[in-house]
Structure formats: structure tokens, C-alpha cells
């Protein structure tokens, strides 16, 4: 599973069958889904659940929804649950989506993983990753590349790749992308990675491939952690933008469960959106400059506590360290020349600035897309997105009072700025200051208002109306049932 960009229960659509069901009938088929599978309902996704079931019903063939409760409720029913779950799970992703995450596997899990193997003299030389939830594959497949990419050779990598939905594993298996699985990737990486294929399809490479292990697994299940399936004493755990689905219960449990997969200081990369829980048992967050939502398994030690941050995989000799002391000790004056009238400094070019600066962003250049977004807010100081980007930035590196300042900065040049009421209720939340979250919350969602379902909003290249709109009706239902 992974984050939707498009309306749940999209063939229930097409039945034009969205009939009021009875509601012990409708009971028992979400009991049903939520026992099996985790996913949650309330009031903010009702309508999907009964136009999947509709869907059921129609393209199965049966008299009506209590024919279906009854299917789902017996043992045999295993392929009509599953077809119920397909339809409530949407499968969108492409590769090497949230780039500052994987710019921060190459540059700075992967070393540091390499680099305790070999303090501990491990003759250990495979890195385990898994991504679960994976979808279609995409995001699997960008892992196998990725760690194949930064490790030394004679290194070796394996990916797990699983998800609920066995249609979705058939794909992925496949390796089979169009242009929009690949809208992250560049020429030169398509043709790295990819063979071409008939009409823009493209299919990942095949020893990249055979880095790749698909099967299916329910995280909401008791299947894992274990080694011999592949789920157990990992490097690095992905798992994003699936607790969307999930209630609050059973997203801190399958968090719990992932963090017992990972071995001593391994990695968990979760969803920028993803609800977790306020305390993480097992894992702890990582001060990852550019990157979001990264949290690592504290290692088993003693003595001085560890830091969160990743040390870097090199640190300079004591002599380079000299060095680059003396070379920068200012150089002797030279005598002042004659003053002359100094020609106007050229304009610094807007275009440019603001270019660097959400270009920065995306690779995960945190400090330097910080510097241009400063630029970019002091050539254009009622830039609402401008302000949005560097609240964006310093709330990733934890620096909250400043997020919050341009963020509000944000709001009060454009009212409307839906992701930047989302960022301060956030921020705010954070705080333990439900209230006033609630409040940024009702904002954004009246910002999202006047937007279609497809519409990207300002301030991201992939963030839909129609996903954000979906992420706060559940957490504002959720507050409600909390309640």
C-alpha cells in the first residue's frame, strides 16, 4: 500500500452503485477488513467502503451487500476480503519518491552502516533492506538501486519488497514502468537503470532485479519479524504512507513490530504523513539534516549515551585538521589600492534563486537550499512560498520556533496556503496543543475547498488536494472518535 493521489474505491465509481447499505451489514464487512488487514473506518472514509462494496457486489455477481458480509465472514471468502482491500488500498508510487530520504541513505546510512560492520570485524558483507507496503515496486526496486549504487564492490544487497495486495506483487515482479512511475528519474538514470520497452515502458535492469524479493505479508498481522522470511536483523526498513489506513492502535503496534526487524542501529524511513505515535518503542528519531521521518534502533552499548545524529563515515586525520586550520588563517593585508567608483552590482536573478532553492530541497540539500530560500525570501518578501519553503526546512531539522515564524509568514501573505495551515497544526500538535491544531487543521481543509482532487498544491511537486484533503478528514475523525 501507498499513498493515494486519486479517490478511494475508483471501480465502485464506475458502477454508479453508491445505494445506502444497512449499517449492521456495513459493520460487519469494516470489522471484517479491520481484522484482517488493520484498515480503519469512521465517518471521513464511509463513502469508500460502500462504494467498494457495491463494486463487490456488482462485479461479483451477488444479490446483495449481506450476501457479501456473508462471503467475507467464511473461511473461503479469502479472494473476495482481498479484492475488498484492493479496492480501499491505491497503488501510487514512483521511484525514488522523497528524494532527501534516499539522499540520505546513500550519504549517510550507508556509510555508517559499513563502517560499524567493520569496527565489529564482521565478516558480514550483504545489506538488508525492506520495503513494506511497497505497492507496484517502485519503491523496492529504488532501494535495491540506491544501496547497490553506494556500497564498495564486494558488497552485497538484498531487498524484500512485500504488500497485502498480491495484484500489486504481480506487477512489481514484473518490473515494468510507464512514464509515470518514472517522473522522478532523469534521462541519464533511465538509461543507467532501465531497458527501453514499446510505447514509453520501461523495465528495470536485470541484475537490479535479481536484487529484488517480492511476497506478500499483512503488517497487521503476526507474521514477522522472522529471519528466514527475510524480516528480520535488517539495515533498513522503509515503510511509507501506509499508516494512513490504520487507526492509532494498530499503527503503533506494526511500528513496534518493524522496529524489532531492524538489528542493533538499524534505519526505519517512515511517510512524511504518516500518524505515528509520539514515542516510538524501540526506535528513536534521527537528526537528519534535509530529511524527514527518519528514526534508527538504538544500538546495544554502554558508557556515554549515542547520539541521534549519524557520525560521518570520515573524519579528518588530526594533521588534515591542521591544515585546514593554517589554511584558513587570513592571509597578511595587502596594501589598499586606490578607491575607485565601483561599478553597480548586477541584480541577484529571482528566477535563479528560487530555482536553487526547491531544487536544493528536493536532492536534499538542506543547508544550501536553506541559504537560497533566505536569498528568495529577501528578493521577494510577500512569497508565500518562499516563506513555506524555509518553515518546511528549519521543521525538518527540528528548529521549531523558526519553522513556525515562516510559516505564519506564509499564511499571512496568502490565507489560503492549505500545506502551510498543515505544517503549523503539525508544529503545534507537537506542542500537545491540540486545540489550536484542530484549528489549522479546519483551515487547510477550507483552503482545499476551491481545489479539483488532481490539483498539486503550491509549495510540493506531488502533493495532491485530494491526498491532503483525505490525511486531515482522517485525523479530524480520529480526534473525534478519541473524543
Known amino acids: 500500500m501507498s499513498g493515494p493521489e486519486e479517490p478511494l474505491g475508483r471501480a465502485a465509481l464506475r458502477t454508479g452503485r453508491e445505494r445506502a447499505i444497512a449499517e449492521p451489514t456495513l459493520e460487519r464487512i469494516g470489522a471484517r477488513l479491520t481484522a484482517h488487514c488493520g484498515l480503519a473506518f469512521g465517518s471521513h472514509n464511509r463513502p469508500d467502503l460502500v462504494r467498494a462494496v457495491w463494486s463487490g457486489v456488482s462485479e461479483l455477481g451477488l444479490a446483495s451487500p449481506e450476501h457479501l458480509a456473508s462471503l467475507v465472514e467464511h473461511p473461503s471468502g479469502a479472494l473476495q476480503l482481498a479484492r475488498l482491500v484492493g479496492e480501499l488500498t491505491v497503488r501510487e508510487s514512483y521511484f525514488f519518491r522523497l528524494p532527501e530520504q534516499f539522499a540520505y541513505l546513500r550519504a549517510r546510512v550507508v556509510p555508517e552502516l559499513v563502517r560499524q560492520r567493520r569496527a565489529r570485524g564482521s565478516t558480514d558483507r550483504t545489506l538488508r533492506a525492506w520495503s513494506a507496503g511497497c505497492a507496484g515496486g517502485e519503491e523496492a526496486y529504488s532501494l535495491a538501486i540506491a544501496l547497490h549504487e553506494s556500497v564498495d564492490p564486494g558488497w552485497n544487497v538484498e531487498v524484500l519488497g512485500t504488500d497485502i495486495n498480491a495484484s500489486y506483487l504481480d506487477q512489481a515482479r514484473a518490473a515494468d514502468y510507464g512514464p509515470w512511475s518514472l517522473r522522478g528519474v532523469d534521462a541519464i538514470e533511465r538509461a543507467r537503470y532501465f531497458v527501453a520497452g514499446d510505447r514509453g515502458v520501461r523495465r528495470v535492469r536485470e541484475d537490479l532485479r535479481r536484487l529484488v524479493h517480492f511476497a506478500p505479508l499483512n503488517l497487521a498481522g503476526a507474521g514477522y519479524p522472522d529471519p528466514g522470511a527475510r524480516t528480520g536483523g535488517l539495515d533498513v526498513v522503509f515503510c511509507r504512507n501506509v499508516f494512513i489506513y490504520f487507526d492509532a492502535e494498530v499503527v503503533a503496534r506494526v511500528v513496534a513490530r518493524l522496529a524489532t526487524c531492524l538489528h542493533d542501529a538499524g534505519f526505519a524511513f517512515f511517510g512524511p504523513s504518516d500518524p505515528l505515535p509520539a514515542r516510538i518503542v524501540g526506535l528513536e528519531r534521527v537528526s537528519a539534516r534535509g530529511a524527514t521521518m527518519v528514526f534508527r534502533r538504538p544500538a546495544e552499548r554502554t558508557g556515554?549515551?549515542?547520539?541521534?545524529?549519524?557520525?560521518?563515515?570520515?573524519?579528518?586525520?588530526?594533521?588534515?585538521?591542521?591544515?585546514?586550520?593554517?589554511?584558513?588563517?587570513?592571509?597578511?593585508?595587502?596594501?589598499?589600492?586606490?578607491?575607485?567608483?565601483?561599478?553597480?552590482?548586477?541584480?541577484?536573478?529571482?528566477?535563479?534563486?528560487?530555482?536553487?532553492?526547491?531544487?536544493?530541497?528536493a536532492r536534499g540539500a538542506a543547508a544550501d537550499a536553506e541559504r537560497w530560500a533566505e536569498q528568495w525570501v529577501a528578493l521577494e518578501p510577500s512569497s508565500a512560498p518562499a516563506h513555506y519553503l524555509l518553515g518546511h526546512l528549519r521543521g525538518a531539522e527540528g528548529r521549531r520556533a523558526e519553522a513556525a515564524a515562516s510559516l505564519r509568514r506564509a499564511l499571512y501573505f496568502d490565507p489560503s496556503f492549505a500545506l502551510a495551515s498543515f505544517g503549523m497544526a503539525e508544529l503545534v500538535a507537537a506542542d500537545g496543543r491540540a486545540a489550536e491544531a484542530r484549528g489549522f487543521l479546519l483551515n487547510a481543509l477550507e483552503a482545499l475547498a476551491e481545489r479539483s482532487d488532481r490539483d498539486v498544491l503550491p509549495g510540493s511537486d506531488e502533493i495532491t488536494a485530494e491526498w491532503l484533503r483525505r490525511i486531515i478528514t482522517s485525523r479530524l475523525a480520529s480526534e473525534r472518535d478519541a473524543r
Do not use: K
Open 304 to 361: 556515554a549515551a549515542r547520539s541521534a545524529e549519524v557520525r560521518p563515515a570520515h573524519r579528518p586525520s588530526s594533521s588534515a585538521r591542521s591544515a585546514a586550520r593554517e589554511a584558513a588563517r587570513p592571509a597578511p593585508v595587502a596594501p589598499r589600492a586606490p578607491r575607485t567608483r565601483a561599478e553597480p552590482a548586477a541584480p541577484p536573478d529571482l528566477e535563479r534563486v528560487r530555482s536553487e532553492a526547491l531544487a536544493g530541497a
